[in-house]
């Protein structure tokens, strides 16, 4: 054979390197891309931030020591959602001065200003979603029991319930319920506040007692005249012990007539010792989120403090 016309061509080894080389190219652009998207979003965020700071700051000299009310109020002043940019507005203060701050998001990223530091900062105001996810809000009014157990809370088939001050999940109080004197008694929580007929919701506590001790959690929803529609939907079994677990109904759908979302928590053995309980959280939500109230990071209470509900981001 001619070794003139022998055929020549790439070795494996050869066409491993170049599949190596252009995998690192092709990551090396990716990371470059991504982060032209992450400053062209920043830039975007920033500069309306700064445009709605000037605003604000017209609308206070117009209206001396005060800001919008609102998000319509400010939607009124120029400072709105647009296809790219959307806002999160909290006037944080309604005594003369007003105080507010004002989350802005594109896509992931979130920025915030405030009355006290027009700058815009990475993030979000407290009690505002971030990057581009919805805050969420928990419905109970007095989740820890920080104010006695009132605030929604009603005995279950007369179960004495006790504050405690010691040893408690969060905070500085909780409460014990005695079913010593029957099996079927607990604690039951109703919302204050109507819910969303087809909305999901998700009820948790956390509870503490005897070990061995059975306890069943689940719904209990009321119509406009205090009847029980859907009660027991979502119920969960658990078996208490002496440290403290989570309790979580399944998801569950507010059933049609029904207008306050609401739980509760019952002993299914009879014991002398009581179950404590604390940390209560209804959220509408199709999953159970990480426990919140007004006390926890970049949280909010929605009113008086323990005596309200509390919005902010996903723990």
């Known amino acids: ?51 709605a700071a000037k605003k604000l700051a017209v609308y206070q000299v117009d ?20 296809s790219s940019v959307t806002y999160q507005y909290t006037r944080t203060s309604s005594a003369m001065p007003n105080a507010y701050c004002l989350t802005a998001t594109t896509g992931t990223t979130s920025y915030k200003i405030s009355s006290g530091t027009t700058n815009p900062t990475a993030g979000a105001c407290a009690g505002h979603g971030v ?49 010593s004197a029957s099996s079927n008694r607990g604690i039951i929580y109703q919302t204050a506040a109507a819910g969303t007929v087809g909305s999901t919701y998700v009820y948790s506590m956390y509870a503490k007692g005897t070990p061995g001790q059975v306890v069943v959690i689940s719904a209990r929803p009321t119509d406009a005249t205090g009847a029980y529609i859907g009660e027991g939907a979502g119920g969960q079994s658990y078996t208490l012990t002496s440290s403290w677990q989570r309790l979580q109904t399944q998801p569950v759908v507010l059933p049609t007539n029904a207008t306050r979302p609401g739980f509760q928590i019952r002993a299914n053995l009879a014991d002398p010792t009581p179950f404590v309980v604390d940390a209560a959280m209804i959220t509408e939500t199709a999953t159970v989120q990480a426990y919140a109230d007004g006390t926890s990071a970049n949280w909010v209470w929605n009113g008086t403090a323990h005596s309200s509900t509390s919005t902010g981001p996903a723990l």
């Open 1 to 51: 054979m001619n070794p003139s016309h022998q055929r020549s061509g790439f070795t494996i080894v050869e066409l491993l390197i170049v599949i190596v080389v252009i995998g690192i190219l092709a990551a090396i652009t990716i990371v470059a891309y991504n982060g032209i998207q992450d400053r062209a979003r920043a830039s975007s965020v920033s500069s309306a931030l700064s445009q």
């Open 131 to 179: 990057g581009g996810v919805a805050p969420i809000t928990n419905l109970v009014t007095n989740p820890s029991f920080e104010v006695g157990t009132g605030g929604g809370y009603y005995a279950y088939n007369s179960a004495p319930i006790a504050v405690v001050s010691s040893g408690c999940y969060i905070g500085i109080q909780c409460a014990s319920v005695d079913t």
């Open 63 to 82: 209206n001396p020591d005060q800001y919008p009310a609102d998000k319509a109020a400010l939607s009124a002043i120029g400072v709105q959602d647009s």
